[in-house]
């Protein structure tokens, strides 16, 4: 299992970790991740900052996400679904998200928000 230092959540007074889902245009791929800053996440999914497996199959929608208090519970629920089937996983999605749309209203906001933050992209 990676250290919480590994997963970029070493900041102990953050009080918010989120499990959640991306996809990209066709909705043929689903990727499950989990972090302690949900919108600089999808940031850098949605600009490939990190070269994987989201930037290989160009995922930049976000389609789920769910709101833990501490980074456990959100790692073993990250676990959990990615052990799920894909079908499960849909159906998590649908009825969460029955639109399809980004998941968070706010979340449009933020990115305007979070490219003052990000300027420029951060290679790992």
């Known amino acids: 299992m990676r250290s919480l230092a590994a997963l970029g959540m070493t900041d ?13 245009r066709s909705r043929i791929v689903l990727y499950t991740g989990v972090t302690n800053d949900l919108t600089r996440r999808v940031w850098e999914h ?7 497996f989201t930037a290989k199959y160009k995922l930049d929608r976000l389609v789920y996400d769910e709101q833990f208090s501490d980074a456990i ?20 999605v649908r009825k969460l998200n029955p639109s399809g749309k980004t998941s968070r ?12 933050r990000h300027p420029e992209p951060r290679r790992r």
Do not use: C, P, Q
């Not at 102990?12 to 990209?24: D, G, L």
């Not at 209203?105 to 003052?116: D, H, N």
């Open 12 to 24: 102990w007074n953050v009080k918010e970790f989120y499990v959640y889902m991306m996809t990209n």
């Open 46 to 52: 949605k600009n490939h900052v990190v070269n994987g």
């Open 73 to 92: 519970s959100a790692i073993t629920r990250k676990k959990a679904i990615k052990a799920w089937r894909r079908e499960k996983k849909n159906d998590l």
């Open 105 to 116: 209203k706010s979340y449009l906001a933020e990115m305007f928000k979070s490219a003052a």
